[in-house]
C-alpha cells in the first residue's frame, strides 16, 4: 500500500499551492474539496439525503447550489454537523479507493483543510500542515473567493485551531508569502523518503 500523507491547513493557508507543488514532483494528491464536489454531484444516495436535509431547491438542473448550501451551514455547528455527515463517509471511502491503485513504493496525498475534524487522519501515515498568519488567510481567502470577511470567518470558526492542527501535524510548511515554499516542499519529500521504510513499518 502506498505510503499516504495528509495535507491539511486553515482555508486560504495554501494547501492548493502545495499539493499542486507536490504533484509537479512526482506525488499524486487526492483534493477532497474536488472530489467531494464530484461526490455530491453523482452519489444517488447523497443527493437524496441532501434534498431531504436541506429542501429540493439545493440541486439545481442537476447542479449542486453550492452557494444555498454554503448559507444553510456555515455559522450552524449543527447543520454542518449533518452535512458532514452524509458527505464526508463517502469521501473516505472513495479515498481508499483511489489510493488503493497506488503501490507500495509510492508516496501519495490527502488534501483537506478538515483532514483531521472529518476524521480523514487515520488514512494518512504522516501530517503535514500548511501554515499562514490568520489576516493573511483571510485576505487571501476574501480576493480567491470574492467573498466577504463574515462569510470567510464563518469557514474559520467551523474549522480546528491552527493550534491543535499544529499539535497534530508531523512537519509544518510555512506559506506567509516570504518565506519561499519550494524548498520546505523538498526537505518535506526528502523527508519522507528517508523515512519510507519505518512509515511502512509503523503503519502494520
Ligand atoms: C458548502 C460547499 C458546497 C461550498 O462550496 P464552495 O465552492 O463555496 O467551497 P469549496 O468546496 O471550494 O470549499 C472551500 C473551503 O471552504 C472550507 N470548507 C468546505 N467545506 C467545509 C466544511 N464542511 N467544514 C469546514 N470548512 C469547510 C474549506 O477550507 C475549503 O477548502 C462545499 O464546501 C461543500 O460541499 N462542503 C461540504 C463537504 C466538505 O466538507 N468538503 C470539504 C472536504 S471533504
Ligand atoms: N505564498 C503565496 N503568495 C501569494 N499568494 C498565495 C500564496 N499561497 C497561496 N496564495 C494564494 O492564496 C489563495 C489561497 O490559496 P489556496 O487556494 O492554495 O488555499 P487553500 O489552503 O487550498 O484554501 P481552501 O481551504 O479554501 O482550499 C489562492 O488564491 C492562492 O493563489
Same mark, same amino acid.
Given at each position: ?17 502545495? #499539493?499542486?507543488?507536490?504533484?509537479? %514532483? ?13 461526490? /455530491? ?44 455527515? @452524509? ?6 471511502? *472513495? ?6 491503485? !497506488?503501490?507500495? *513504493?509510492?508516496?501519495?496525498? %490527502? ?8 476524521? !480523514?487522519?487515520?488514512?494518512? *501515515? ?18 480567491? *473567493? ?5 462569510? @470567510? %470567518?464563518?469557514? @474559520?470558526?467551523? =474549522?480546528? #485551531? ?5 499539535? =497534530?501535524?508531523? !512537519? ?6 516570504? /518565506? ?12 519522507? #523518503? ?11
Amino acid at each position: 500500500m502506498a505510503i499516504k500523507i495528509g495535507i491539511t491547513g486553515g482555508i486560504g493557508s495554501g494547501k492548493s499551492v502545495v #499539493s499542486r507543488l507536490l504533484e509537479i %514532483m512526482g506525488i499524486p494528491v487526492y483534493i477532497s474539496d474536488v472530489e467531494a464536489k464530484r461526490i /455530491t454531484l453523482a452519489n444517488e444516495t447523497v443527493r437524496r439525503e441532501l434534498c431531504m436535509l436541506v429542501g429540493q431547491e439545493i440541486y439545481q438542473k442537476g447542479e449542486l447550489n453550492r452557494s444555498l448550501l454554503a448559507t444553510y451551514m456555515f455559522g450552524h455547528p449543527k447543520r454542518i454537523k449533518e452535512v458532514n455527515e @452524509i458527505i464526508h463517509p463517502r469521501v473516505k471511502e *472513495d479515498f481508499q479507493q483511489w489510493s488503493a491503485c !497506488f503501490g507500495a *513504493d509510492k508516496i501519495v496525498g %490527502m488534501e483537506s483543510a478538515i483532514l483531521v475534524e472529518a476524521g !480523514f487522519g487515520d488514512e494518512v *501515515d504522516f501530517l503535514v500542515m500548511v501554515y499562514a498568519p490568520l489576516e493573511t488567510r483571510i485576505e487571501r481567502a476574501i480576493k480567491r *473567493d470574492c467573498s466577504s470577511k463574515e462569510l @470567510i %470567518m464563518k469557514r @474559520i470558526e467551523s =474549522q480546528m #485551531s491552527d493550534e491543535s492542527k499544529r499539535e =497534530q501535524a508531523d !512537519f509544518v510548511i510555512l506559506n506567509d508569502g516570504e /518565506t519561499p515554499l519550494i524548498p520546505q516542499v523538498l526537505e518535506l519529500i526528502s523527508l519522507l #523518503s528517508k523515512n519510507n521504510h519505518y512509515l511502512c513499518f509503523a503503519k502494520k
